[in-house]
């Protein structure tokens, strides 16, 4: 079953403490993407990669990292220094960027709050 | 920041009836996508359109694009209660493939 997968659903997060989404994906896609989502509001982009080992910042990086160590795994660690966390954060995945391929395939989201 | 401002914010139609929503866009872009989401789950892909392009159909979806106004519009046509659901576009630029939404239209069919 080929597809994107977000875990955990739900993460909660402690103040100070850093916490880590994971987004793995096995149809084997080049280009893969984080976005935050508020209540009601639509999608902002933190970071992208379009190949292994290398990644851009989105419109919101601060208080993100990520790595791309792997073509199927794009991690996305939420740290200390993003004070306000709580939001929906989504992850996509684009195969190679040529014409036919340019539509994203999403995860189901993980929901993270602060305690 | 957004790329793309969608109006309205919210629409709620009668079963039956079109429904019309619109997005305009900051930068020059490669392509515009449309995508739908329910609630409290990932986006799905309706339809997209080349710079290129005006117009472009696919069942009762209906997607135009103005590139002189940076401006799209996304019409469903006889629309279900099934329809209902958060619509956003999406536009693509760059040679990195930067994928940027708009704010989203929250459409409500009602039976």
């Known amino acids: 079953d080929g597809g994107i997968t977000q875990s955990p659903k739900y993460l909660f997060r402690k103040e100070g403490q850093n916490v880590t989404l994971s987004c793995e994906q096995n149809l084997n896609h080049d280009a893969m993407y984080w976005y935050r989502q508020d209540p009601g509001q639509g999608l902002r982009l933190i970071y992208y990669?379009?190949?292994?080992?290398?990644?851009q910042k989105g419109d919101i990086a601060e208080g993100y990292s990520v790595s791309r160590e792997k073509k199927e795994s794009f991690p996305l660690t939420v740290t200390s220094a993003q004070k306000n966390p709580t939001a929906f954060y989504l992850c996509?995945?684009?195969?190679?960027?040529?014409?036919?391929?340019?539509?994203?395939?999403f995860g189901s989201g993980t929901q993270l709050s602060v305690l | 920041s957004q790329q793309g401002e969608e109006d309205p914010q919210a629409l709620s139609i009668q079963e039956g009836e079109n429904a019309t929503m619109n997005c305009s866009y900051k930068?020059?872009?490669?392509?515009l996508q449309w995508y739908r989401q329910n609630s409290g789950r990932g986006l799905v892909h309706l339809i997209l359109?080349?710079?290129?392009?005006r117009e472009k159909h696919s069942g009762r979806l209906r997607v135009t694009l103005d590139t002189s106004k940076k401006s799209s519009s996304l019409l469903i046509t006889a629309s279900r209660a099934a329809d209902t659901a958060s619509y956003f576009c999406a536009t693509v630029s760059g040679g990195y493939q930067k994928v940027t939404f708009g704010t989203g239209t929250k459409l409500q069919v009602i039976p």
């Open positions: 359109i080349r710079s290129n392009e």
């Open positions: 996509a995945s684009r195969d190679r960027p040529v014409v036919g391929n340019e539509k994203l395939f």
């Open positions: 990669s379009q190949i292994v080992n290398d990644f």
């Open positions: 930068t020059s872009i490669n392509n």
